[in-house]
């Protein structure tokens, strides 16, 4: 659905808590490769359907059927969207609009911020199932929150409130159930109003930086700051400040 330059991308599985399936995964990758390409899309929201998950998990009663060879698959799957999400050239939004457990707080890390309602509950609980993190969970979340968060939430696998995720910076903010759709929209017409190759750079040089050397991400960073001078935009939100009127940001 969108909304101007907003796509709002739901996963649609409310009988299950929205679960991930490799059906819903698969439609996943789908929606935000859809997004990626379309040109009037600026910023995406992802949420769950019905006011009790944003995504509960992996579908359990799928993964019990399943292989070695075949859970390491569905494994792949999981990762190769999340790792999609992660580096959408536009930002994504998860609105966590109840339950994030398992694979639905690894797809809330994939995105670039968290809006989180107060009485929502995330965690990583694979191991009462006699399983790990299997979506890049253990790999997010060590850089999101560091090791002794990480340690403690996989194993454990008890959930944290939205209070305790936000002192670890696992979320960005947390809203009350009436204010969560207009701070997640306030976030959202913010970006789809900001430069959106300047936005698509930032989200490169995090990217590159948060992989690589100090050195390799200054010289990117660098490279990305020099080359936003050769855009319209650029000239457009500089002219405006020196003007002091509002920028108008046409993706050029």
Same mark, same amino acid.
């Given at each position: 659905?969108?909304?101007?330059?907003?796509?709002?991308?739901?996963?649609?599985?409310?009988? #299950?808590?929205?679960?991930? /399936?490799?059906?819903?995964?698969?439609?996943?990758?789908?929606?935000?490769?859809?997004?990626?390409?379309?040109?009037?899309?600026?910023?995406?929201?992802?949420?769950?359907?019905?006011?009790?998950?944003?995504?509960?998990?992996?579908?359990?009663?799928?993964? /019990?059927?399943?292989?070695?060879?075949?859970?390491?698959?569905?494994?792949?799957?999981?990762?190769?969207?999340?790792?999609?999400?992660?580096?959408?050239? #536009?930002?994504?939004?998860?609105?966590?609009? =109840?339950?994030?457990?398992?694979?639905?707080?690894?797809?809330?890390?994939?995105?670039?911020?968290?809006?989180?309602?107060?009485?929502?509950?995330?965690?990583?609980?694979?191991?009462?199932?006699?399983?790990?993190?299997?979506?890049? +969970?253990?790999?997010?979340?060590?850089?999101?929150?560091?090791?002794?968060?990480?340690?403690?939430?996989?194993?454990?696998?008890?959930?944290?409130?939205?209070?305790?995720?936000?002192?670890? =910076?696992?979320? /960005?903010?947390?809203? +009350?159930?009436?204010?969560?759709?207009?701070?997640?929209?306030?976030?959202?017409?913010?970006?789809?109003?900001?430069?959106?190759?300047?936005?698509?750079?930032?989200?490169?040089?995090?990217?590159? =930086?948060?992989?690589?050397?100090?050195?390799?991400?200054?010289?990117?960073?660098?490279?990305?700051?020099?080359?936003?001078?050769?855009?319209?935009?650029?000239?457009?939100?500089?002219?405006?400040?020196?003007?002091?009127?509002?920028?108008?940001?046409? /993706?050029?």
């Amino acid at each position: 659905m969108d909304h101007g330059a907003i796509r709002t991308v739901t996963v649609q599985r409310p009988e #299950k808590l929205n679960a991930l /399936n490799g059906e819903t995964l698969r439609a996943l990758a789908a929606a935000f490769e859809d997004a990626a390409r379309d040109p009037a899309v600026r910023v995406v929201i992802l949420t769950g359907a019905g006011p009790k998950a944003f995504v509960a998990g992996a579908d359990i009663s799928e993964m /019990n059927t399943l292989s070695a060879v075949q859970g390491r698959d569905f494994s792949i799957l999981g990762q190769r969207l999340m790792r999609q999400i992660e580096r959408m050239p #536009k930002p994504v939004i998860a609105r966590v609009n =109840g339950f994030a457990l398992g694979g639905g707080l690894e797809l809330a890390m994939a995105c670039h911020l968290r809006i989180a309602v107060d009485t929502a509950r995330l965690g990583q609980p694979e191991i009462t199932l006699g399983l790990i993190p299997g979506f890049g +969970g253990s790999q997010r979340l060590l850089r999101l929150c560091g090791r002794a968060a990480t340690l403690e939430l996989c194993l454990l696998g008890t959930p944290i409130d939205a209070a305790r995720a936000l002192q670890l =910076g696992l979320v /960005n903010e947390v809203a +009350g159930a009436e204010a969560l759709d207009a701070r997640v929209a306030a976030h959202a017409e913010r970006l789809a109003n900001a430069a959106p190759l300047a936005l698509r750079a930032l989200l490169d040089a995090v990217h590159v =930086g948060g992989e690589c050397s100090l050195e390799s991400g200054l010289e990117y960073e660098s490279a990305q700051f020099g080359l936003l001078f050769a855009t319209q935009d650029m000239r457009e939100g500089t002219s405006a400040f020196l003007e002091r009127r509002p920028a108008v940001f046409q /993706n050029r």
